[in-house]
């Protein structure tokens, strides 16, 4: 017999980037291990990616899209433009503004979805018989929603932490003792009560059940976001071509930077060590901040901004580089792991890691034999590292893939867990 889900998430398709890829691969896979899922999410919002190829991926059941008053939703209605275009109002405010503004709120400022996913939760759950609930976290304020209609209707929860709540300690979302202590609340109360909890880090249950109680590691699952080895087919023949391409993909936040890359980058060309034609390339919307800071690098004329694409373009590209660019600033979390790592992982390409040296990221980097590591934070680390790529770099060198990591099989673990849930 079927495991029927209702699956809460935020982020779904038409919206791109990575929370978007979590949710609609895990739903792809679980409908073909027979689980039958239907999806409350919001509608139309005004958001950093937009991906309008990945609807024809979505295999749930049933879409069930509401109203939301949080302010991305109030900023899509108020404004009419291209729905492929990033608002420029969202993408030129600077990010102090921006972070003031998300510190309004209590817990979240996607808050104004609460009432919208309860009312439509209730209704989908009178008129459905369900074996659990499902909810893709953040936005954490979302939680509140799911343990109340758990709650309510008996059914067990199941909570995908994607990333750190309370315990990101680099990037204060509650500026006021009130919200932190409200948060850390619901916080510890959505672990106790949520019958697994799926983390997208090692490093995130390991946290989690160091803070809230250890009783937690028995019911803590980590699920990687791998890649879905499906969405390279037909694109094994692409490779680099003249030049030398150093490429970033998504986008660059928080206390994250490519300044001291930069000027790494400018001394091996003051001293002839780049080789000839080197280009860096950002692929993605960006920031005011990023734009600026490359602008004012010393090396502008290097540096090419390559607005978004599809998640397929974007393999292509990806591909096509010689260098692939990672960067995750060292005061954040043990279990910090920008999700591109695995797409990367799996394009074969050397990776130029500008990432902590001793938490999960470089951990999962020098188990698959990636070994250009240094911290992003230091131009010497980073100089040094790069002129050892580049004397190293074989154009027909390809790193070996760790199946293990892609989508499917991280879901048909998954899967096995939720099924067990059922039968207890």
């Known amino acids: 017999m079927a495991l029927r889900i209702l699956y ?55 879409l069930m899209r509401t109203a939301s008053a949080d302010p991305m939703a109030l900023l899509k ?9 990033a608002s420029d109002l969202y993408m030129n405010t600077p990010e102090n503004i921006k972070l003031a503004m998300r510190r309004l709120w209590p817990i979240d400022n996607k808050i104004g979805w609460l009432p919208f996913l309860k009312k439509t939760g209730r209704k989908a759950i009178k008129e459905n018989d369900y074996d659990l609930i499902y909810i893709s976290l953040g936005p954490f304020s979302a939680g509140i929603g799911a343990y109340q209609l758990s709650k309510e209707s008996g059914l067990p929860l199941v909570l995908d932490i994607r990333d750190y709540w309370t315990l990101l300690g680099d ?9 932190r202590n409200l948060s ?6 959505l672990y106790h009560h949520a019958s697994l909890i799926v983390t997208a880090t090692q490093g995130i249950a390991d ?20 890649w879905d080895e499906s969405d390279f087919k037909d694109l094994e023949d692409i490779r680099p071509g003249e030049g030398f391409e150093l490429a970033y993909f998504g986008n660059i936040y928080a206390r994250r930077t490519l300044s001291k890359f930069y000027a790494a980058v400018q001394e091996l060309h003051d001293e002839g060590s780049l080789p000839p034609q080197t280009k860096i390339k950002l692929y993605g919307n960006f920031f005011k901040e990023t734009v600026m800071e490359a ?26 580089s010689h260098v692939l660019l990672l960067t995750l600033n ?11 790592v695995f797409e990367y992982l799996r394009c074969g390409r050397p990776i130029l890691a500008m990432v902590p040296a001793y938490k999960e990221a470089a951990a999962l980097l020098r188990q698959c034999h990636q070994p250009y590591i240094c911290g992003m934070e230091s131009s010497s680390s980073i100089r040094n590292t790069l002129r050892r790529l580049i004397r190293e770099y074989d154009p027909q060198r390809v790193y070996p893939i760790p199946v293990n990591y892609e989508r499917k ?16």
């Not at 850390?184 to 109360?189: L, V």
């Not at 160091?210 to 699952?221: I, M, N, P, R, S």
Request: charged share 25%; net charge positive; glycine share 6%.
């Open 330 to 340: 060292s005061s954040g979390p043990q279990g910090t792991l920008s999700s591109k």
């Open 8 to 62: 809460i998430a935020y982020f779904y398709p038409p919206l791109g980037g990575p929370a978007v890829l979590r949710n609609l691969k895990t739903i792809k896979y679980l409908s073909r291990m027979n689980c039958v899922i239907d999806v409350i999410a919001p509608a139309d919002i005004e958001y950093l990616y937009r991906d309008e190829s990945l609807t024809r991926q979505q295999r749930e059941r049933q």
């Open 207 to 226: 946290d989690i059940c160091e803070v809230f109680g250890v009783e937690l590691y028995d019911k803590c699952h980590t699920m990687y976001n791998g």
């Open 171 to 179: 990037y204060e979302l509650q500026g006021f003792a009130w919200q």
């Open 409 to 424: 099989a991280q879901v048909q673990s998954l899967a096995k867990l939720l099924k067990n849930l059922k039968s207890d």
């Open 295 to 320: 602008q004012n690098s010393g090396i502008a004329e290097m540096v090419e901004f390559i607005p978004q694409l599809s998640h397929k373009d974007a393999l292509k590209a990806m591909l096509g």
């Open 184 to 189: 850390r609340h619901w916080d510890n109360k």
């Open 77 to 85: 209605k108020m404004r009419a433009s291209s729905k492929d275009q």
